[in-house]
T-cell receptor, first 115, second 112 residues
Framework: AQSVAQPEDQVNVAEGNPLTVKCTYSVSGNPYLFWYVQYPNRGLQFLLKYITGDNLVKGSYGFEAEFNKSQTSFHLKKPSALVSDSALYFCAVREDWAGGFKTIFGAGTRLFVKA | ETGVTQSPTHLIKTRGQQVTLRCSSQSGHNTVSWYQQALGQGPQFIFQYYREEENGRGNFPPRFSGLQFPNYSSELNVNALELDDSALYLC???????????FGPGTRLTVL
């Protein structure tokens, strides 16, 4: 079965500094990975995905993620954090079956960006 | 924002009651999935509907049931509510041509 792990419950970073939110995965076959963000009282917003190809994936709001097959990691990064980036971030992996698929989420990492 | 809408926004029920949550999928999407997000956890897959048929189910009891309508909107029904059913219920839509699920804002269910 597919799974993802987010080793940090919380990440704190100062505004303007680079940020990294960590994710490792365990899959059979080729991974199909996602990052979602959740703001208070809001649903999940899609940030980016990795299917195949370039190991550096660019997404919304200046976020990017680096796929590393040897380390089975898919860390989310941003060169310069904003206070408005403070939110709950979920790493996720897709699991397929005949005719359908679901998204399996990590436990989430709360990002605090301090002004 | 996605084109996925959910109603109601909030709901309070008592143990043993029944509840129906509603979801309208994004235009062009024929697949709807439901997830339960308990406080402090990631979303957990409940089930998926494709062209009005359930085509996948997570580890949830039969008192969680659903429907999908010809316009691809969907309902989640929960019977005999338990306190542990208190959670944010998220609907996600996708299509044969999308590899990503797009989520609605969710319905916050509180069971007292």
């Amino acid at each position: 079965a597919q799974s993802v792990a987010q080793p940090e419950d919380q990440v704190n970073v100062a505004e303007g500094n680079p940020l990294t939110v960590k994710c490792t995965y365990s899959v059979s076959g080729n991974p199909y990975l996602f990052w979602y963000v959740q703001y208070p009282n809001r649903g999940l917003q899609f940030l980016l995905k990795y299917i195949t190809g370039d190991n550096l994936v660019k997404g919304s709001y200046g976020f990017e993620a680096e796929f590393n097959k040897s380390q089975t990691s898919f860390h989310l990064k941003k060169p310069s954090a904003l206070v408005s980036d403070s939110a709950l971030y979920f790493c996720a992996v897709r699991e397929d079956w005949a005719g359908g698929f679901k998204t399996i989420f990590g436990a989430g990492t709360r990002l605090f960006v301090k002004a | 924002e996605t084109g996925v809408t959910q109603s109601p926004t909030h709901l309070i029920k008592t143990r043993g009651q029944q509840v129906t949550l509603r979801c309208s999928s994004q235009s062009g999407h024929n697949t709807v999935s439901w997830y339960q997000q308990a406080l402090g956890q990631g979303p957990q897959f409940i089930f998926q509907y494709y062209r009005e048929e359930e085509n996948g189910r997570g580890n949830f009891p039969p008192r969680f049931s659903g429907l999908q309508f010809p316009n691809y909107s969907s309902e989640l029904n929960v019977n005999a509510l338990e306190l542990d059913d208190s959670a944010l219920y998220l609907c996600a839509s996708s299509s044969d041509r999308t590899d990503t699920q797009y989520f609605g804002p969710g319905t916050r269910l509180t069971v007292l």
